[in-house]
């Protein structure tokens, strides 16, 4: 339906593979839900991190 093998699919599932943006538009049109329902599973950082700032001395 989405030409993804199934142990491919149980790998993306795992976070064991990334999906390209293609990938995802086929993902999403395999189980007929929009690309968006599938993107707000993603988890996303609180915060984003500290950047380190060199001092003066160095």
Do not use: Y
Request: proline fraction near 7%; charge should be positive.
């Amino acid at each position: 339906m989405c030409d993804f093998h199934r142990n491919q699919i149980g790998r993306i599932e795992r976070a064991e593979q990334t999906v390209s943006f293609a990938g995802l538009l086929q993902l999403s049109h395999g189980l007929a839900v929009p690309p968006s329902e599938i993107l707000k599973l993603v988890p996303t950082q609180k915060r984003l991190p500290a950047k380190n700032k060199k001092s003066a001395d160095e």
